[in-house]
């Protein structure tokens, strides 16, 4: 199994963000130096994946502009010989891979934005898919490639799971873990965002994605789920019996710079380090 392409799902408005992100995606804002939506690149592309694939909205033009090329700004950074600057610019992505963007029409759910970067995957393609704001500082490697072996072995699909309160677990996918060896797990259920009382475990699903590719297939006739849309956690569950689905439980540090307080947490601990 290789590993290729990365599905970026950026549609997002932000809402959390406002007034800020009334003109800024909130994908663009920066922890420290970089964009948060550069952390979760620099992740994929050191598990060996070669496509990015962002799935936009509208008013996402911000991104699509940071990954491609900006002659003017370059020759003016040569012209002063600012090469740090310049080198810096210019490798925001190497030149061996590749960027592709597609656009998702409506706020249909996280499973309809993964969906929408369907016709860029091949039918028997593993893909990943990575939340950039679930910003994660992996240790001792990036998660995905902490990941990479587990679902070689398996064939399946494989997310990364974290601990959470019990207090928290309706805010997240919840999975129910059977056979655990170390930080693997297979998967016997997935509840989208379960009330206390009915959750499965503690173990919530974030924001880092390892998927058979089968789930499309899934995805297709899939009906809405919570909060009316098209969830991803619903064609996993789908998918416990065959082709599996198993958990990992990742090494390292995240961050939910999806609210305010992961945001400032964030920038705090990556400028202090």
Excluded: W
Excluded at 21 to 30: A, D, F
Excluded at 68 to 83: I, S, V
């Amino acid at each position: 199994m290789q590993l290729k392409k990365a599905v970026f799902p950026v549609a997002g408005m932000g809402t959390r963000f406002l007034p800020a992100t009334k003109s800024i995606p909130k994908e663009m804002l920066p922890i420290v130096d970089r964009p948060i939506i550069q952390y979760a690149v620099d992740e994929a592309i050191e598990a060996g994946c070669d496509t990015l694939i962002f799935v936009t909205g509208r008013s996402k033009r911000a991104v699509e502009d940071y990954f491609d090329r900006n002659p003017e700004l370059e020759a003016e950074l040569e012209a002063k010989g600012k090469t740090e600057a310049l080198d810096l610019v210019r490798n925001i992505i190497p030149p061996h891979v590749k960027v592709l963007f597609v656009r998702q029409h409506a706020p249909l759910g996280l499973g309809h934005a993964v969906l929408c970067a369907a016709p860029m995957i091949g039918p028997d393609e593993h893909f990943a898919v990575l939340l950039p704001d679930d910003l994660i500082d992996g240790h001792p490697e990036g998660v995905l490639k902490q990941m990479l072996p587990f679902a070689e072995s398996t064939g399946g699909s494989v997310v990364a799971v974290e601990q959470v309160p019990r207090t928290d677990v309706s805010k997240y996918g919840i999975v129910a873990p059977v056979d655990e060896q170390g930080p693997r797990m297979r998967v016997s259920a997935i509840v989208e965002k379960p009330a206390i009382e009915d959750a499965p475990s503690t173990y919530a699903v974030v924001g880092r994605y390892i998927l058979h590719p089968s789930v499309m297939k899934t995805l297709v006739d899939l009906p809405p789920g919570a909060g009316g849309e098209i969830q991803l956690t619903d064609a996993l569950a789908r998918q416990i019996e065959s082709p599996g689905v198993h958990g990992y439980r990742f090494g390292g540090k995240r961050f939910d710079c999806g609210s305010k307080q992961g945001f400032l947490t964030a920038n705090i601990y990556f400028g202090l380090r």
